[in-house]
């Protein structure tokens, strides 16, 4: 069974998506982005790659996001590994998915998952939750310098 995590709330001027224009909804070149998203999205590995990357670094947006039991995090870390890795914004990566084939869609669900498992590991065994060794290490730590 999972542990419960509780739904943590950042404000959005915080999240990396929002500085990265995730949200943006007035580009210029739609049908190119388009075009770059399917291409993108289709590879799993690739995808993956960046999905991985994507929860580790943007750390604000995924403890918003990540804990709210409200949202399909594995659209939202696909959204986020797509705006990460080319710009692109949410909307049209949401367009792209439409476009992928069933088994395309599958390879792409699955590397969401493994990155969204490691997240929960890396979220649960960090200060964020109040891991005594934790809070203890950095205390220590402080006092030192």
Not at 32 to 50: M, N, P, Q, R, V
Not at 77 to 82: K, R, S
Not at 117 to 139: E, F, H, M, P, S
Request: hydrophobic fraction near 35%; proline fraction near 2%.
């Amino acid at each position: 069974m999972l542990k419960k995590i509780n739904q943590v709330y950042i404000p959005y001027y915080k999240w990396e998506d929002y500085k990265n224009g995730m949200w943006n909804r007035n580009v210029d070149n739609e049908n190119d982005l388009l075009k770059k998203a399917i291409d993108f999205t289709s590879d799993h590995k690739k995808y993956g790659e960046s999905m991985n990357i994507v929860v580790k670094l943007w750390v604000n947006t995924m403890v918003n996001s990540l804990t709210n039991p409200s949202i399909n995090h594995k659209a939202f870390v696909g959204h986020c590994a797509v705006s990460y890795q080319l710009s692109i914004p949410e909307y049209i990566t949401r367009k792209a998915w439409k476009y992928l084939n069933q088994k395309q869609r599958d390879l792409a669900d699955w590397e969401a998952e493994k990155a969204i498992r490691k997240w929960r590991v890396l979220y649960l065994n960090t200060l964020k939750l109040g891991k005594k060794d934790a809070i203890k290490n950095y205390q220590m730590k402080l006092q030192l310098k």
